[in-house]
């Protein structure tokens, strides 16, 4: 078994447990788990708590959902992975469900970790209701849909306190190359930098329907197809790679122009299927970016491409020519067809490992601190992405300052309540 084989295996995962410090600072014994909670059931969500399952110490106990269909099949989930690993099924009384099931999840003491795994538009609520009740949290992307949840959010940020700690779910930073390039980037391996590229096309997401559904809940099922729900495909989807920008750039996005529409999605919804937006970054270097979800093939194509005085970097495999030229020492030819995110040889893709890599550095900041809180962080990212949209919607410039003053708000327009 080599280095990388057994890192991914069990056996790193169950040593992973004990090495905890006997007691830390954080009040976290040695080899007691960290109590997680799994608010969202549905794909990305189960994903990442199976993945947290199986390389951390964090143990799932507790699940909820919107829909009793999707916290049974979460249950099923969650009981057959606890079993593989030699832990208890999760107590019945930790399941909940319905529009209330976040704030039962928060209010259990049976919980120090809430991974907030819903759509967009409840991000900034559950994480809310999750830091008022001293967990731990882990918040998919976006925070927030709207200039309004986002300030909501940054309120949210100055009540979480020094013992918890919260990260929002930008897992390609901690993704080895990734990492390893940014760090050269940033210390100036490309020189000035002219000129920014970055696209995100991939297949649009099929339906989700029930029988006997009404318009809500079908609307609620196919959020990814409802900008109030998702925040639209640059919000919602696009942001991993506007937030790398932002992060290599160092600095947000000071103004932006956008075009786009639907031009190929023709069922329900209002996101958009393709924009091209010019973000003008300070020093007037101009992020070109484009973004499509366009029918069913699969396949998928996203990345960043940056050009400086002394040299370019990053799209396809990891690397950077020029004057400091480098490359990611596992690189070898992709497997034609992977389909996978700028697949890059040995590892599979160049995400390989983001995942638990992300999710390894969270539990260390819960159980050895430093904690962190990435909420502002993740707002900056959300915000950015809404500049864009924004020039989109209006067919003119925006700035920062227009859209923090006139940033569009958007309302779910039915009651949760008829969930209960
Ligand atoms: N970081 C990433 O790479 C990445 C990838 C995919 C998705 N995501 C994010 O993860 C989140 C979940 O995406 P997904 O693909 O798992 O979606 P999904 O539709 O598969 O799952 C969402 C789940 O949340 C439940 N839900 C809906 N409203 C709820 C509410 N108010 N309270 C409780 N439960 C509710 C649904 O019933 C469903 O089970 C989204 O925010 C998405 O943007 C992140």
Request: aromatic share 8%.
């Amino acid at each position: 078994m080599d280095r990388r084989e057994l890192i991914q295996s069990g056996t790193a995962a169950a040593a992973g447990i004990t090495l905890l410090k006997p007691l830390t600072a954080f009040g976290y014994r040695a080899n007691s788990a960290i109590r997680h909670g799994l608010l969202g059931c549905g794909n990305r969500g189960s994903s990442v708590a199976e993945s947290f399952s199986k390389n951390t110490t964090a143990q799932v106990v507790a699940i909820a959902d919107l829909f009793p269909d999707n916290l049974a099949a979460g249950r099923v989930r969650f009981d057959k992975i606890n079993a593989g690993l030699g832990r208890a099924a999760i107590d019945e009384k930790l399941l909940f469900h319905g529009p209330h099931a976040f704030e039962q999840l928060a209010a259990s003491p049976d919980i120090d970790l809430i991974q907030i795994s819903t759509p967009p538009f409840f991000h900034v609520q559950h994480l809310e209701a999750a830091v008022a009740a001293g967990k731990h949290v882990y918040c998919e992307k976006p925070v927030g849909i709207d200039v309004q949840q986002a300030r909501h959010a940054l309120e949210i940020a100055k009540r979480v306190k020094p013992t918890q700690s919260v990260d929002v779910g930008f897992q390609c930073r901690s993704a080895p190359p990734i990492a390893a390039i940014a760090e050269r980037i940033q210390t100036g391996a490309l020189g000035k930098i002219a000129a920014v590229a970055g696209n995100y096309n991939a297949p649009a997401s099929t339906e989700k329907s029930r029988p006997g559904e009404g318009k809500d809940e079908y609307r609620l099922r196919n959020w990814l197809w409802d900008r109030a729900l998702s925040g639209d495909i640059l919000v919602e989807q696009n942001i991993h790679i506007i937030d790398l920008a932002n992060w290599l750039l160092g600095a947000h996005p000071l103004k932006a122009t956008a075009t786009g529409g639907r031009n190929v999605l023709s069922h329900f919804g209002d996101c958009w299927d393709n924009y091209q937006v010019d973000f003008t970054y300070p020093g007037s270097v101009h992020l070109s970016f484009s973004s499509t979800q366009f029918g069913s093939d699969g396949a998928f194509d996203a990345g960043l491409k940056l050009f400086g005085s002394d040299g370019s970097a990053y799209s396809g495999p990891v690397q950077i020519t020029g004057k400091q030229a480098w490359a990611w020492e596992d690189s070898s030819p992709a497997e034609p067809g992977s389909g996978k995110f700028a697949a890059n040889g040995a590892f599979t893709d160049n995400l390989a490992f983001a995942d638990r890599n992300k999710e390894r550095t969270f539990i260390d900041s819960i159980t050895s601190g430093p904690c962190h809180n990435q909420i502002a962080a993740g707002v900056e990212t959300a915000l950015s992405c809404m500049l864009g949209r924004m020039a989109g919607l209006t067919g003119h410039e925006v700035t920062w300052e227009d859209l923090q003053a006139h940033g569009e708000i958007y309302q779910l327009g039915f009651s949760m309540e008829q969930f209960a």
